[in-house]
């Protein structure tokens, strides 16, 4: 168990459609970084918060959208959802400046 | 811009067989390297990482991997795998500290037992 606490575990939802997904970093971690995992794309970086603050972003399309909360728990919003964004995401938080990370288990979308 | 490339997308070896995993990698820079394990409908978890000192890093369950800077290269090695083995291999780079780690295509790995 890797202490970071990722919902839903399964989702599935139409085209054109909204979802949120919920992450929660270990205990005194202030990092949360965002990938997506999708068969054809492999484990993209998509964006990466630290202490509230957005400090990197990869191959996250506009559709798309983060925050991180005075908790520190993180949300990834994903809208206008396509059949492509059907993926696992993970969220994963970071042992300091190393770049070592901490997976959750993941959020499986599925855009039908 | 950080890259990761990992030579082999598939590999299928019978229990007892030595493993060898290709990673290089591309940034001019202090890396950090990691490998990391993703077992089926598992979460990716880490297998081994080096940051400094002895090029040969052990992680656990036997694997263990060479740093060869010349050669920007990662390679994941175990002497004899096991069928428990089976799972998915990604290879992945931190360059300077800095604030995303890349991550190589992955390697799947599928042992016979």
């Known amino acids: 168990d890797s202490g970071v606490t990722q919902t839903p575990k399964h989702l599935i939802t139409a085209t054109g459609q909204r979802v949120t997904l919920r992450c929660s970093p270990r205990s005194g971690d202030l990092s949360v970084y965002w990938y997506q995992q999708s068969l054809d794309q492999g484990l993209q970086f998509l964006i990466h918060?630290?202490?509230?603050?957005?400090?990197a972003k990869g191959n996250i399309l506009e559709r798309f959208s983060a925050q991180q909360f005075p908790d520190l728990h993180s949300e990834l919003n994903l809208s206008s959802l396509e059949l492509g964004d059907s993926a696992l995401y993970f969220c994963?938080?970071?042992?300091?400046?190393?770049?070592?990370?901490?997976f959750g288990e993941g959020s499986r979308l599925t855009v039908l | 811009a950080q890259s990761v490339s990992q030579h082999n997308h598939h590999v299928i070896l019978s229990e007892a067989a030595s493993l060898e995993l290709g990673c290089n990698y591309s940034?001019?820079?202090?890396?950090?390297l990691f490998w990391y394990v993703q077992y089926p409908g598992q979460h990716l978890q880490l297998l081994l990482k080096y940051f400094s000192g002895d090029p040969l890093v052990k992680g656990i369950k036997g694997f263990e991997a060479e740093f060869i800077k010349s050669k920007f290269s990662f390679n994941l090695r175990k002497p004899s795998v096991q069928w428990s083995d089976t799972a998915e291999y990604f290879c992945a780079v931190n360059g300077d500290g800095g604030f995303k780690t890349i991550f190589g295509a992955g390697t799947r790995l599928f042992v016979k037992a």
């Open positions: 918060y630290y202490n509230g603050e957005e400090r």
């Open positions: 994963a938080t970071g042992e300091g400046s190393t770049g070592e990370l901490f």
């Open positions: 940034y001019g820079g202090t890396v950090n």
